[in-house]
């Protein structure tokens, strides 16, 4: 069952606006209609507010989904909203690429808050 | 410990608005949680005001935070600032990329000033 | 030593605005704080006022650096000031990349007026 | 000789305005310094007015350039002078691409009227 | 847990010598070690001696590791040994290519009986 | 249902070896266990004895195994079945690339009489 | 029709063994079922004994198949045979390539003579 | 310094003889002559007699050159005969590839015991 | 027209074997048949006995058939005799790659004496 | 002037053989005919005898033919004479890949000793 309680967060180390993108290549849930795994690369990108996600709790709470019977977009929202509530970002994206099931891959992605233009100019 | 007083500056070569980069692709640290060493290549892109950094103390800075445990964020924000600071550049920004742990791979922006539209021409 | 004297103009074939681009890959000139050759492709665009640089004077005038102890970036503006004063061109673009040293690679970009539209085009 | 007689045209086929590219890529020319064979790719753009350039005439008018001593540069405004004067084309742009001499290759462009908003879109 | 049960076989359709490849890019395991998600690509190729392996029925018992606590080496010799058991192949060859844990990748190969000649023609 | 009576011959046009290879890449058959559809790109290589197939019999002959619930290895195996028979050739080899199913991707390799040297010179 | 009274031959230029590869990519004749065009490059290698072919006349011979119905297979083997006939070379080899059809591509392979060790050394 | 006793084996799960392979991209270790970090991907091929090496203790004990000053030949060979003696593999092959020093890049490549046919057939 | 007397030679610098590669990718001259130019990369391969040939005056000779009219036969195996007969080498060969015409591109391989083992493990 | 005194050996740090390859891309020398800068990447292969050389000795030595009037030929048999004279090596091999010079550009290879089976299996 995902579980956000394994978030952890750290101060922000900079008090100007910067950019932090993860890509986890890794992801795996299960189809909750056929019971088959699923597997995704997710990518979550923000800019810290007050605070940042630590790595390694990110890669466990990631890890919490692994045996969960969820839809793609449920995970996608899932993880926007349970970080999005966590840390209060200015801005943070979630975008979800999943291997083909049935000849069929998919991309999902939502986010909260507007784009910065400092990620469009890197 | 990160050390900004190896950096060297010299007076910069033009009075008119020129811009330099340099990618360091074998900067090492260490990660403060688990003890083990991380690996990213650091692009640093500025437009000069008065002075320029010399590369060779550049490298021995970068080299400076071979046995530091510092996050990610952290050593983006630090070099960051320890360069603007000592430059005062016109323009600054720190690009991270982070070989993966955990299957997760990462990349850190930061930078201060306005990106100049010569660079976006080069 | 950097010899500007060697470089040879000729009247621009025309009086309608054109584009110029050369790019020399085999530029060498000499660290001033180690003494180790320094290796980069230094690429001149411009657009001719009234004279245009002839192009084996530009090779010899390039191959005077062989053996000068000069930073990256004084190389870029020097070759850039030289040609600009010699041509007094519309627009003009020195764009240098070096080979790495410890592990850094870079790239330096000086010019004098602005870029023209048709540049772009091309 | 370059020989702008060897030049043919026919009608244009339509009313309507049209764009034309064609690439020679087997052109070869001789340096006035040094009497080697330099070589290069000429690409010819145009917007035709009233007339379009046959193709077999356009390559006997290329071969014409074959043991002319001629610069890069003179050479690229002759092809854009001679096929703008003959064809009055709405627009006309020439771009050569020569092979490296001494370590350098080099690119000209020459044109004559505006792009056509048309050829962006291609 | 492993359930070599799971396989299903078919009667071969041929009584002639013929080779079956089948490559499965998203198998996960768990190390026993630090019990984080291990992946994988597992690739089988077998000439089969009187029966074949369904295909569902083996991504079925591929899926039956997913939670399984087990080295690389032993994943990849299980798997060789469950299916030279229940099929007797004239040649069975495993290969499992991991992807990075702590900078390392990995790949293992195993095999039972000797590589036919017509694979190396295909 | 397979049709092998769709396949056409004509005499082969040479009595000396030579070497013919066609490949289907829209070749699409029906899962037997599961009915979903399958994929793949069929290679049929042969020398001939006396005939040859026409090639339009044989995309028809393909086009008959479209609502045919039949294992990857009975699809190998019956198309090089039907074409030896009715051919007689020195050689052939039908080689069978399947898109994934469950992400698991295959091929199939089967063949009658030894591949000839010149196929390997080609 | 096929015409190989086009072909034209001159004198080899050397007594000792050579090789010559000609490669032909726009070669078109009508498939004599459906009447629709066929699309291939030749590939015509030979080591010659006394003759060589010219080339302009081999362009016009190959161009006589244009509206030809005639077999992928019989083109192959018709070139094969008018050139050794003609020719008498010490060895001689026909690869041809053809466009889809049918989502269908094929390739044809016929030789007379054996292949020269220098062949494989180049 | 160099820490062999953090090298962990288990059992080998199989008594058949089976190949295994880990890369590690992330080694560094500092030359003995400038101090200056060294950067290298160091691959690891083994054949177990009756142990393997497990993962983590690997990664350990690559960990444990990072501040050690050694040139790149006794790294290899270190690595080598530490492995050697623990495991006494049937056969065993170190390859180090070392980033770029002073524009000169390396490649090391030590082993004890003959290279298995499998390997080559993987 | 080919002028072998240009070429110039000069004392091998080594009594032991060693191997040479040059490969000129601007060559030019005349369709006998057609008059129009022909372009071609000659590569010449040799190891030589007592002398060796020298890059201007061998650039000079390729110089001088650009006005020649002759066909890709006779200028590979004139290239061949010419050198072979002044050189002496262990072994030589000249390969010819023809560019497009009449939509045709040709290959051409002479050579003289046997290929040394050591070029095919350079 | 080359300077091989520069070269600097240490012990080979195994007794066992191993194998070599330091590639130094950044190789420059002075045409003896024109004057003109050559620029050339080195390869060195070896398996030791009994000591290695240190890469910065060796680089300095290369460094030692900047200024040097030297052919290509000369330049890659006088590396291969110094290292082999100096360390006796089992076998040494030097692959020097010239960039062009009038659009000529070459490849010399020069040996001593036999290549090591374990080379060609790496």
Redesign the interface.
């Known amino acids: 069952m995902p579980q956000p309680d394994l978030l952890e967060f750290?101060d922000?180390?900079?008090a100007?606006p910067?950019?932090?993108?993860?890509?986890?290549?890794?992801f795996?849930s299960v189809c909750p209609k056929t019971g088959?795994?699923d597997?995704a690369a997710i990518t979550l990108r923000y800019q810290?507010r007050a605070v940042?996600v630590?790595?390694?709790s990110?890669?466990l709470y990631y890890?919490s989904f692994?045996?969960e019977g969820i839809f793609y977009e449920a995970v996608t929202n899932r993880i926007c909203a349970d970080l999005s509530e966590r840390m209060s970002p200015q801005w943070l994206q979630i975008v979800s690429d999943w291997?083909?099931r049935?000849?069929i891959r998919s991309r999902i992605i939502a986010s909260s808050g507007h784009v910065p233009q400092?990620?469009l100019?890197?």
Chains 1, 2, 3, 4, 5, 6, 7, 8, 9, 10 share one sequence.
């Open positions: 750290f922000s180390p900079a100007t910067f950019l932090i993108e993860h890509v986890q290549e890794e795996t088959h795994p597997f810290p940042c630590e790595l390694k990110l890669k890890q692994r045996n291997r083909g049935g000849g400092e990620w100019r890197g």
